[in-house]
């Protein structure tokens, strides 16, 4: 029970990764807040695990800050904070619209920008406090992906310098990078390619040293580790969980 006592709030927390981080993080003791664009999402999660469900555009300043206020005065305080929204708008760059680079720019960057800014405010007063952003190997390049790339390498760096200005008030901020994981956006990434999401899956596995693809459940266990006191000494680092090196 790494976490009894503690509160947590997980942004794009009704599916896939940020859906099991909200689960593993209750079943080890945590009070959790499970955020999600749409109220119901956020609301199938957190019910079974006796959290706090709430809706918030993360690209709203506004939102953000009342999620986060709320967080507070509902739950008491807020101990770790974990970035999962986000959204893909895949193409090759000459078909890239303006929206589809915004869009995805404006929900990963800037969504956990203000998340962080509005949560460290907790976090430096009581002079604790865990960030996890979610980046992705596309940070080290995927073609089709210039924004959602581009965004998960900036989360990266976001992570770095964070690490940097709230380290001196005991907040430790990190970023992990999954590989293929199954997830709805796996799934529409397969559609978009025109691939059977089976035939996907085998390929993708094929390419892994463990021969396996990862689940939702594979990253939330990493992130809990980093949202835990047993990494109180580890901030500032990007950890690649993809089966191999």
């Not at 693809?213 to 690649?240: H, K, M, N, R, W």
Request: hydrophobic share 45%; glycine share 10%; with cysteine.
């Amino acid at each position: 029970m790494r976490f009894t006592d503690r509160v947590a709030l997980v942004t794009g927390g009704g599916r896939g990764i940020g859906a099991a981080t909200a689960g593993r993080l209750a079943s080890e003791g945590a009070r959790v807040m499970v955020s999600d664009m749409d109220l119901e999402p956020a609301r199938e999660v957190a019910e079974p695990i006796g959290g706090v469900a709430v809706a918030c555009d993360v690209t709203q300043r506004e939102q953000v800050e009342e999620m986060v206020a709320r967080a507070v005065r509902e739950l008491g305080r807020l101990d770790v904070l974990v970035c999962c929204a986000g959204i893909i708008r895949d193409n090759l760059l000459f078909k890239m619209t303006d929206d589809d680079w915004d869009l995805v720019i404006d929900t990963h960057l800037k969504g956990t920008f203000l998340c962080a800014r509005a949560a460290q405010k907790a976090m430096v007063a009581q002079k604790y406090g865990k960030m996890v952003f979610l980046s992705s190997t596309s940070a080290l390049g995927n073609r089709g992906q210039t924004n959602y790339s581009t965004a998960k390498a900036g989360l990266q760096g976001m992570a770095r310098t964070l690490a940097l200005e709230l380290g001196p008030f005991n907040v430790n901020v990190n970023a992990v990078a999954p590989g293929f994981v199954e997830t709805r956006m796996t799934r529409a990434t397969a559609e978009r390619m025109g691939v059977d999401f089976e035939a996907f899956k085998i390929g993708a596995a094929s390419q892994i040293p463990l021969q396996r693809i990862g689940q939702p459940e594979d990253i939330a266990s990493v992130i809990a580790f980093l949202c835990s006191d047993e990494s109180s000494f580890v901030s500032g680092q990007t950890i690649y969980v993809r089966g191999g090196p």
